[in-house]
């Protein structure tokens, strides 16, 4: 296994295999979760994602999540994160002209500011507001930990529980105080420190990413029932907080298990839908539709999955849903978490 874990290769011809016809071509999608970046080998800048936000689906809208993209070369340490923002607000400005479709492409944008800064973190925010120039919503600061260093993303060396750290919850209120909102992103056994945080700091909208990150590789590995019983409690917990939804999606890396990657031929929507079923059904039980909402995590995910394909499953999984809670699963939860404009 490699020392990274979470990235698949995207194999474009690989994916071609398993073609679908759109299902409900016309049920507004705001896809609240995607990443774009100049990554050596591996580009994914607004023509990559354009083509796969035009393969049917009525993609309306769509949200950037940090990923280390056009980071600042220089300046003080904790503002060369702000430099992402100023690209994506360029690349938003580009979608509004027009000129590429109707998708508004990074109509929101989450960016990273280190928490661990405490409440000295607001210029830093406030650095932000100005470069997304109306665009910026809030911050991921990625907390996945785990005591196996494979596991680990080498990106990331964050202290074992962040989210529980005095400091760090300071930073959350600054954001609360702000209007702005946090992603968390973390594994599983992890869960419990973002209740802990939620509680701490109630005035801050918080959503986890990603269904809280089920791991089932290196020690996690074969005993599938027992993370899933641990996970199903933990979210059940979480979703007493008021404050904190989930995002259903980002099950496409390897740390998660389903070894998609590994098939002769990708899965089909049908697949992908079984295979998740009791996690979105777990998480849409437990904080309503009107708390939930599904994204893509592209070009991460694409190593598993075709982004039409990805689309057509999340329209399986939400087939029993009512018309109310399909536009909130689909649209209007992002919407509002995110303070997007778009209808």
Same mark, same amino acid.
């Given at each position: 296994?490699?020392?990274?874990?979470?990235?698949?290769?995207?194999?474009? @011809?690989?994916?071609?295999?398993?073609?679908?016809?759109? %299902?409900?071509?016309?049920?507004?999608?705001? @896809?609240?979760?995607?990443? %774009?970046? @100049?990554?050596?080998?591996?580009?994914?800048?607004?023509?990559?994602?354009?083509? @796969?936000?035009?393969?049917?689906?009525?993609?309306?809208?769509?949200?950037?999540?940090?990923?280390?993209?056009?980071?600042?070369?220089?300046?003080?340490?904790?503002?060369?994160?702000?430099?992402?923002?100023?690209?994506?607000?360029?690349?938003?400005?580009?979608?509004?002209?027009?000129?590429?479709?109707?998708?508004?492409?990074?109509?929101?944008?989450?960016?990273?500011?280190?928490? %661990?800064?405490?409440?000295?973190?607001?210029?830093?925010?406030?650095?932000?507001?100005?470069?997304?120039?109306?665009?910026?919503?809030?911050?991921?600061?990625?907390?996945?930990?785990?005591?196996?260093?494979?596991?680990?993303?080498?990106?990331?060396?964050?202290?074992?529980?962040?989210?529980?750290?005095?400091?760090?919850?300071?930073?959350?209120?600054?954001?609360?105080?702000?209007?702005?909102?946090?992603?968390?992103?973390?594994?599983?056994?992890?869960?419990?420190?973002?209740?802990?945080?939620?509680?701490?700091?109630?005035?801050?909208?918080?959503?986890?990413?990603?269904? +809280? +990150?089920?791991?089932?590789?290196?020690?996690?590995? +074969?005993?599938?029932?027992?993370?899933?019983?641990?996970?199903?409690?933990?979210?059940?917990?979480?979703?007493?907080?008021?404050?904190?939804?989930?995002?259903?999606?980002?099950?496409?890396?390897?740390?998660?298990?389903?070894?998609?990657?590994?098939?002769?031929?990708?899965?089909?929507?049908?697949?992908?839908?079984?295979?998740?079923?009791?996690?979105?059904?777990?998480?849409?039980?437990?904080?309503?539709?009107?708390?939930?909402?599904?994204?893509?995590?592209?070009?991460?995910?694409?190593?598993?999955?075709?982004?039409?394909?990805?689309?057509?499953?999340?329209?399986? %999984?939400?087939?029993?849903?009512?018309?109310?809670?399909?536009?909130?699963?689909?649209? +209007?939860?992002?919407?509002?978490?995110?303070?997007?404009?778009?209808?």
């Amino acid at each position: 296994m490699s020392a990274n874990v979470h990235y698949i290769a995207n194999r474009l @011809d690989w994916l071609a295999r398993v073609k679908e016809p759109v %299902l409900e071509p016309d049920l507004p999608i705001v @896809d609240p979760h995607h990443h %774009l970046w @100049d990554r050596p080998g591996w580009p994914y800048m607004m023509p990559d994602l354009l083509a @796969d936000t035009n393969t049917g689906h009525n993609i309306v809208s769509t949200v950037f999540v940090q990923c280390r993209a056009f980071h600042k070369a220089d300046g003080p340490e904790e503002l060369r994160p702000v430099g992402e923002t100023q690209f994506v607000a360029g690349v938003a400005a580009m979608s509004e002209s027009g000129q590429y479709g109707k998708t508004r492409i990074c109509e929101g944008i989450v960016g990273h500011a280190n928490m %661990l800064l405490g409440a000295k973190v607001e210029p830093v925010l406030e650095a932000h507001v100005k470069a997304g120039n109306g665009r910026f919503r809030g911050i991921r600061h990625i907390t996945a930990w785990d005591p196996n260093p494979v596991i680990m993303n080498p990106a990331y060396t964050p202290p074992r529980h962040a989210l529980q750290d005095k400091t760090f919850q300071e930073g959350l209120r600054t954001l609360g105080r702000m209007g702005l909102t946090f992603d968390a992103w973390l594994y599983h056994p992890q869960i419990s420190d973002v209740t802990a945080a939620a509680r701490a700091v109630p005035e801050t909208r918080i959503v986890l990413d990603h269904v +809280g +990150g089920p791991l089932a590789i290196e020690g996690y590995a +074969g005993k599938g029932d027992e993370v899933f019983k641990d996970w199903s409690a933990a979210i059940r917990e979480l979703a007493t907080c008021p404050n904190v939804y989930v995002k259903l999606g980002g099950l496409g890396m390897r740390i998660n298990g389903f070894k998609f990657e590994d098939a002769a031929d990708p899965p089909t929507s049908e697949a992908l839908a079984n295979a998740w079923k009791p996690y979105i059904e777990t998480c849409v039980e437990a904080f309503g539709a009107s708390r939930c909402m599904f994204e893509s995590n592209f070009p991460v995910d694409k190593g598993s999955y075709s982004y039409g394909v990805f689309w057509n499953a999340c329209k399986l %999984l939400a087939k029993g849903a009512s018309a109310d809670e399909k536009r909130d699963l689909f649209a +209007g939860t992002a919407q509002r978490f995110y303070r997007l404009k778009t209808s």
